[in-house]
């Protein structure tokens, strides 16, 4: 069976954004006018950004968890480039990450740590790897060779 580590990110992203479109997690009335942090110039101009976010947020607690909000917020944060302009750097919104993550509670793909952060669920975590598993086989199906990998 395949892991998250194992497949590209942005199509593993891609595919769990669109499943948890299908799912109850529900985005906010706010979402189409909110910027995603104090570094954004403007709110992103995909119309679905809510469930990727939510997705990419599944993704990292699966890879660093237990993590915390503050750190997911440091991680999604932006700025200047890491290295000399790290003292500009800005945090992301706290209230998308905090009602994405609660929202991924609801379904049971995360659980809370106390005084520890975020990790993902056992529920959680057998969906990201049967999704990964058959994301490696498309894969393998187009490109023979990396059958060596599953």
């Not at 750097?89 to 994405?100: E, Q, T, V």
């Not at 659980?111 to 058959?134: C, F, N, P």
Request: aromatic residues 6%.
């Amino acid at each position: 069976m395949a892991k998250v580590y194992d497949v590209p990110s942005d199509v593993l992203i891609s595919r769990l954004a669109g499943i948890l479109k299908n799912e109850d997690i529900p985005a906010p009335a706010w979402v189409p006018f909110v910027k995603t942090g104090a570094h954004a110039d403007k709110p992103p101009q995909d119309r679905e950004w809510w469930h990727t976010r939510c997705a990419s947020l599944m993704r990292k607690i699966y890879l660093h968890g237990p993590l915390g909000i503050n750190e997911l917020r440091k991680i999604y944060g932006g700025g200047r480039p890491s290295g000399y302009g790290a003292a500009h750097h800005k945090d992301a919104g706290g209230a998308i990450i905090r009602n994405a993550v609660q929202g991924l509670e609801k379904l049971g793909y995360v659980e809370k740590v106390e005084k520890k952060g975020r990790v993902i669920s056992k529920q959680g975590m057998q969906k990201l790897d049967r999704l990964s598993t058959e994301i490696l086989n498309e894969i393998i199906t187009e490109k023979p060779q990396l059958k060596v990998y599953s």
